[in-house]
């Protein structure tokens, strides 16, 4: 079994249209992250979400809008997509550091194309 | 606020060649550092972890890294490479007491020729 997944695993769109992404993670963590891989494969994070409470956004242009249903699934809403947006998008968990996990595990990656 | 550094962005090697990929971080604070490996059109998989105790920490496929606290590194090597190596290699770093988030850098690329 997979434990975090991502899909779709590719993705090709027009500018200016609307855009999900949808991770789960099967590990019983409680915390879910996004992170953003540029052209030059520079990492960083965008949004953490603990028990489905945001607890980091790192000044991300507001058309990007997690959403937690539960804490097992961490979705990655864009709106009104720019050329700017293509790139890798990584979904990762965990669980605090000395509650047994001791790493976050990531997904696959979701590569986003707008065109 | 923490920052990493990886001081080779690309790494040529040939094959049964040692490698070191060198990393280090600036941080006031406790830091758990990891390394991860990227193979092409693939996810992140974690190489190894320190977390605390041994500075000298092995993990998969035969990469070992050393802490250095002093020197605030965390040096990524293997003594021989094999072809299947070739990837990008990322250093993390998470200061957070409460989660995994971490910090990387720009990633290391190895190319393991025959």
């Known amino acids: 079994d997979t434990a975090v997944s991502q899909t779709p695993k590719y993705l090709v769109t027009q500018m200016g249209n609307d855009k999900s992404i949808k991770c789960e993670q099967n590990l019983g963590h409680d915390t879910m992250y996004w992170y953003k891989q540029d052209s030059k494969k520079f990492l960083k994070i965008m949004f953490s979400?603990?028990?489905?409470?945001?607890?980091i956004n790192e000044t991300v242009p507001n058309r990007f809008s997690p959403k937690s249903p539960d804490k097992a699934h961490l979705n990655l809403h864009i709106n009104s997509l720019e050329l700017g947006d293509s790139a890798v998008y990584f979904c990762?968990?965990?669980?605090?550091?000395?509650?047994?996990?001791?790493?976050?595990?990531f997904g696959q990656g979701t590569r986003l194309t707008v065109v | 606020a923490q920052s990493v550094t990886q001081l080779d962005s690309q790494v040529p090697v040939f094959e049964e060649a040692p490698v070191e990929l060198r990393c280090n971080y600036s941080?006031?604070?406790?830091?758990?550092l990891f390394w991860y490996v990227q193979y092409p059109n693939q996810g992140l998989q974690l190489l190894l972890k320190y977390l605390s105790g041994s500075t000298l920490v092995k993990g998969i496929n035969g990469f070992e890294a050393e802490f250095n606290k002093s020197q605030t590194s965390f040096h990524l090597r293997k003594p021989s490479v094999h072809i299947s190596d070739t990837a990008e290699y990322f250093c993390a770093v998470s200061e957070s007491p409460n989660d995994y988030k971490l910090s990387f850098g720009a990633g290391t690329t190895v190319t393991v020729r025959a």
């Open positions: 979400y603990n028990n489905k409470e945001l607890i």
């Open positions: 941080s006031s604070v406790s830091v758990y």
């Open positions: 990762a968990s965990s669980q605090p550091p000395g509650q047994g996990n001791t790493e976050a595990f």
